[in-house]
């Protein structure tokens, strides 16, 4: 089975800055790795898939980077309606795999 | 825009069956388009679990963990999917999401909607 890990687990940042979300996979992935937001109570939103191609009606401030075994989910200059939590998700293999979560207030 | 709408009994006894369905609006359960439908779950604070898929031709995938426990399938004439888990224990306990699956390729593939979510409890 294919792991997901993220880092950081949570992170704090003010409007303004630029966050950057990392994901390393166990094995190869190519790029077959999406991100998504979730804010409490709510159900996730994609934001982008196959690492790096954003997802219609998506800010532009969000970006997503790497193949391989490495991703990098970066969000610039920061909004408040940001903080939420994102996901990684491989979709590499049929049997489909997210990470822990990274919580940004 | 299609839209997903889950339901079902939201306290569930230990070693029962939990039963769900999602009601599927705006759009064909087994229409065109290379899309496919999953359930996934989240324990409250935790993180997503997928639990499984099924494809338009009825075929099905799911999770390792959960496979000897679950069973998906969709009922075309109501524009529904179901999601049946048997043996429930307390660690069954989660909100419960179901969810289109858009693709492009085999590979490039993503959750584009998702239904509002569902809360199970299991007792004992």
């Known amino acids: 089975d294919i792991q997901m890990t993220q880092s950081p687990s949570s992170l704090s940042a003010s409007v303004g800055d630029r966050v950057a979300i990392t994901c390393r996979a166990s094995?190869?992935?190519?790029?077959?790795l999406n991100w998504y937001q979730q804010k409490p109570g709510k159900a996730p939103k994609v934001l982008i898939y196959a690492a790096n191609s954003l997802e219609r009606g998506v800010p532009s401030r969000f970006s997503g980077s790497g193949s391989g075994t490495d991703f990098t989910l970066t969000i610039n200059s920061l909004q408040p309606e940001d903080s939420a939590t994102y996901y990684c998700?491989?979709?590499?293999?049929?049997?489909?795999?997210f990470g822990q979560g990274t919580r940004l207030e | 825009q299609v839209q997903l709408q889950e339901s079902g009994p939201g306290l569930v006894k230990a070693s029962q069956t939990l039963s769900l369905t999602c009601d599927v609006s705006?759009?064909?359960?087994?229409?065109?388009?290379?899309?496919?439908w999953s359930w996934i779950r989240q324990p409250a604070g935790k993180g997503l679990e997928w639990i499984g898929r099924i494809y338009k031709s009825g075929s099905t995938n799911y999770n390792p963990s959960l496979k000897s426990r679950v069973t998906i399938s969709v009922d075309t004439s109501k524009n529904q999917l179901s999601l049946k888990l048997n043996s429930v224990t307390a660690a069954d306990t989660a909100v419960y999401y179901c969810?289109?699956?858009?693709?492009?390729?085999?590979?490039?593939?993503?959750?584009?909607?998702w239904g509002q979510g569902t809360l199970v409890t299991v007792s004992s």
């Open positions: 705006g759009g064909s359960i087994s229409g065109g388009g290379t899309y496919y």
């Open positions: 998700q491989q979709t590499y293999s049929a049997f489909i795999a």
């Open positions: 094995q190869n992935i190519n790029t077959f």
């Open positions: 969810a289109r699956v858009f693709g492009i390729e085999t590979a490039i593939n993503w959750f584009d909607s």
